[in-house]
């Protein structure tokens, strides 16, 4: 019955959306409705509301979409939908700021005289306000009140200008800042969560262990790096939306004519580029060049944006006097900002001098100025044409939509769930053939078609919270979130031009000519629906198109994760496997210069470290040639032993689908209890599913390969031996290394010794001050405390700190005892002068062979101990961590 519920939920929502009911509500009323007429017929029939219901009762599932969604957008740090707002008032502002038709009318002189040029400057423009406005409605109108009409008159076949026009008024959808991209990420975000609970479930059951490496979890995702993921794919498409129209109008130059530019290309005409081009893209480098250098998330980025709008809009409103004088005002205030933070330092916690206050009150001058620009800006815009007003009013209008789609589509899929239906997807896409791709192919299709009836934000909230997981947990493509939000973001916007309800084809419809035909604006979205196709089948064979540019950025960001994270760790080791064995040479000969050094002047206990690192660096080119070895080894047994683990792991996947039912056969058993004639058929209708499910469990165990057993303990010798031979160089490399990264601290730390010497030499002084009352007791303590501290802050000196805390006890009690201080002091004296002495006799014989093996060992031996990768290698790190790993042999 669960399959009937479910067919008639997908039913219900289909008709209410075919009879034109908002989807808003949609989705909420058909899960509401279902999963009442399902305990409506469970009574009736069974005497028990809730058997039809996988678990629990129908009240639970019709509060758990509510449950779930306060759940999830409660907490303090999920603040991505913030950002819609924002982004949508930018787009809102510029576009009531008439930036779209001055930017092609500009646009058309630029490029009208090539074949096709009108087609070619609708692409450019549409990219470039797909990058301020992203407002796909408000784009193709305006191209169709403005290039349509144009394009006419020049002889352009109305398939092409029509096509080139929807087309391009889509790109807002796929080039960041996008609406779409932010609601994907956020999806995405609960699915990564999904996904690891199910790839850790898989691990655990394939191998027995407990917890799961990390370097095996699936890779998450953000706004800020799905807008970096969709940059190259964007401009990808805006190329191939280019080259058809050059080729296009080089095959049939009549249906594409160039267009001879009217009036002269003069001083006017450059100023006229300028100031309608430039603005917009500074506007874009704020925006998207914040986020990408990590200076601001993408919710502070929405607001610079938001800003940046209203201040442009203030000048493009206003024709009279002073029109561009609040944008110059604001401009000068933050490169005034910009200017001042390289002088001072800004932050007000760390004001120390007059000349820290005197930085900060100028930057707060500067940001007055700055307000009273973007005040000035604002005014403006409140009293041109009520601007303001009605920009705040459709961006409460589309920001409110968006949410509450977001709540009825948490109900619908929590109606989903109710009845089974993510199990059941699950289990489909898990048993066809062809693994990953043949699962990614049928959503993808899925989703192309959706588009054809569905807007996207109902695509985006309601399948890919379903099948994101599946897609994501998948050891074997090892996809990234970013990658699969991209992918699918490129699929939606075909949705926008696919008939019979793109509403791109609407949007064109309402503002064309008569004399334009419907039909030859379905004939014109056909190629270009072609092209966005093609463009996902690049993007999905080159994976580092999206994955790289976050992973660049990330690397070499502030908060760049450590060469030890250990997610970056493959993409480290095969470094690591070509940089060690290259420079071993190099290596042995600042090995023997610190081999040959005097030792005598150093501590027992230095000396005995300076040699085990030497073995252990010894040693290293060992474990590295036996992991290679042990490496290749594993790849040379995988391709044989991939497809007898992948049909484990298929029979695996099947087998926990099934007893996923089971468990919820049983649960539901509870629910018959008693001995009248409803409760007695209830059990004997689970009972028997039950048997039939265990019967279905037992012939798919029987479909286990015969020595299967073998090959997964022969090839697990396989990985063990590449393990031990990893953690045996891991150990012998960073050991070594942290050895004589610590001596040389200690030895430079000599200076620094120095200099607390004497204040260690005054405390005999200071506890005979105290003894005779000169000295109050908390100044005493405080003094040493002071040397405590300092002392902390110096390598190699836990000793001397051990004798400070004694002598800080002393004299830190009810009454201080001035003698058991003073016990003290002599081995406090002593132990210094004799750290002083060796460190400064191992600053002339040993640290200067030390610093050459340490500096020369840095980028191979000990690059797991170094905070961070250089630049050269975080792009090498990033261009191999761009393309996805199968892991799926580990489990």
């Known amino acids: 019955m669960e399959l009937v519920f479910l067919g008639i939920l997908v039913l219900t929502l289909v008709a209410a959306l075919g009879v034109g009911f908002p989807v808003a509500f ?34 639970e599932w019709i509060s758990a979409g509510v449950t779930n969604f306060r759940g999830i957008y409660w907490e303090a740090d999920r603040d991505t939908l913030i950002a819609i707002p924002l982004f949508v008032f930018m787009g809102i502002m510029l576009q009531r700021s008439r930036i779209a038709e001055d930017l ?26 797909a990058a301020t406005t992203g407002v796909v409605g408000a784009t193709v109108v305006a191209m169709g009140l403005i290039s349509l009409p144009a394009m006419m008159r020049n002889n352009y076949s109305q398939p092409l200008a029509t096509g080139t026009i929807l087309s391009s008024g889509t790109l807002g959808q796929i080039i960041p800042p996008s609406i779409v991209l932010i609601i994907l990420a956020d999806q995405l975000s609960s699915a990564v969560d999904q996904a690891a609970q199910l790839r850790t479930q898989e691990f655990q059951e394939a191998t027995g262990e407990f917890a799961m490496p990390s370097q095996f979890g699936v890779t998450s995702t953000s706004a800020g790096d799905m807008f970096m993921g969709a940059l190259v794919p964007g401009l990808v498409l805006v190329g191939l939306y280019v080259a058809y129209i050059l080729v296009f109008a080089l095959l049939r130059p ?10 002269r290309m003069d001083r006017d005409f450059w100023l006229s580029v300028f100031f309608n081009t430039v603005p917009p893209l500074l506007l874009i480098v704020l925006v998207l060049g914040s986020i990408i250098t990590g200076v601001a998330t993408v919710t502070q980025a929405g607001a610079v944006g938001a800003a940046g709008a209203t201040v442009m809009a203030g000048y493009k409103l206003h024709d009279g006097r002073a029109r561009y004088l609040p944008a110059l005002i604001a401009i000068a205030a933050i490169v005034a900002i910009y200017g001042l933070q390289q002088v001072f330092d800004l932050n007000v916690r760390r004001m120390e001098t007059d000349a820290d206050v005197l930085g900060v009150l100028l930057a707060g001058l500067a940001v007055a100025v700055l307000l009273f620009g973007l005040g000035w800006s604002t005014w403006r815009t409140f009293r041109i044409e009520n601007t303001l ?60 078609l959706l588009g054809f009836f569905l807007d996207f934000i109902e695509i985006a909230i309601v399948v890919v919270p379903i099948v994101a997981p599946i897609l994501l947990m998948n050891p074997e493509a090892n996809v990234t979130a970013v990658w699969l939000g991209v992918m699918i973001g490129l699929n939606i916007q075909t949705s926008f031009l696919t008939p019979p309800f793109g509403f791109a084809l609407f949007y064109l419809r309402g503002v064309a000519s008569s004399t334009v035909k419907t039909l030859s604006m379905y ?100 474990h590295m040639r036996d992991l290679i070895a042990a490496k290749d080894a594993v790849n040379a047994a995988a391709p044989e032993y991939r497809p007898l683990h992948r049909e484990v792991s298929r029979i695996r996947r099947e087998a926990t689908a099934i007893d996923t039912r089971i468990d919820a056969a049983r649960d539901q058993m509870r629910d018959f209890r008693g001995d009248d004639d409803a409760a007695v058929a209830g059990r004997a209708r689970l009972e028997a599913r039950i048997s039939d499910l265990e019967d279905e469990r037992a012939a798919l165990e029987a479909e286990r390969p015969d020595g299967w057993e073998e090959a997964r303990d022969a090839f697990r010798e396989l990985v063990d031996a590449e393990q031990q031979a990893r953690t045996a160089y891991q150990r012998a490399a960073d050991q070594g290394y942290v050895a004589l990264r610590d001596l040389i601290a200690e030895i430079r730390a000599g200076a620094d010794l120095a200099e607390i010497e004497s204040r260690v030499a005054a405390i005999p002084d200071w506890i005979d001050a105290l003894a005779e009352g000169s000295l109050a007791p908390e100044e005493a303590v405080e003094r040493v405390q002071i040397v405590e501290r300092d002392l902390r802050e110096i390598a190699g000196t836990q000793v001397l700190e051990s004798y400070m805390q ?66 050269d290698q975080a792009l090498e790190v990033a261009a191999c961590m761009a393309d996805h790993r199968d892991v799926s042999l580990y489990f």
């Open 523 to 622: 004939k014109g979205v056909i190629p270009f629906i072609a092209l966005q196709l093609l463009a996902l089948v690049i993007v999905g064979f080159n994976p580092g198109m999206v994955n790289y540019l976050p992973t660049r950025m990330s690397l070499l960001s502030e908060q760049a994760p450590p060469p030890r994270n250990p997610r970056l760790q493959p993409c480290v080791e095969e470094y690591l496997m070509r940089e060690v064995p290259r420079r071993e040479d190099s290596l042995r000969g600042p090995m023997a210069d610190l081999d040959a050094a005097d030792y005598e002047v150093l501590p027992e206990d230095a000396a005995r470290d300076v040699a085990q690192a030497l073995e252990g660096y010894d040693d290293s080119f060992g």
């Open 389 to 448: 007003r009605l920009v705040m009013t459709e961006t409460a209008k589309t920001a409110s939509l968006v949410f509450i789609i977001l709540l009825g589509a948490a109900m619908l899929i929590s109606a989903f769930r109710a009845f089974g239906g993510e199990i059941y997807v699950k289990e489909y896409l898990s048993t066809l053939p062809g693994g990953f791709w043949a699962q990614f192919f049928v959503v993808m299709v899925v989703i192309f």
């Open 26 to 59: 949609a989705l909420p009323g058909a899960g509401i409705l279902t999963i009442g007429l399902a305990a409506a017929t469970c009574w009736i029939f069974t005497g028990n509301a809730n058997s039809f219901f996988l678990s629990g009762s129908a009240i």
């Open 104 to 129: 092609l009318v500009t646009m058309a002189k630029l490029f009208g005289a090539l074949p096709g040029g009108l087609g070619i400057s609708v692409v450019v423009v549409g990219a470039l306000l």
């Open 254 to 263: 009549k249906s594409a004519p160039a267009v001879p530019i009217e009036g």
């Open 806 to 871: 004694d002598i800080r006890r002393a004299l830190d009690r009810e009454t201080p005892d001035a003698d058991a201080a003073a016990e003290h002091v002599p081995d406090a004296v002593a132990t210094l002068e004799e750290e002083i002495a060796w460190r400064a006799a191992a600053q002339e014989a040993v640290l200067e062979p030390l610093e050459a093996l340490e500096s020369e060992s840095r980028a191979t031996l000990g690059l797991r101990e170094q905070s961070r990768l250089t630049r």
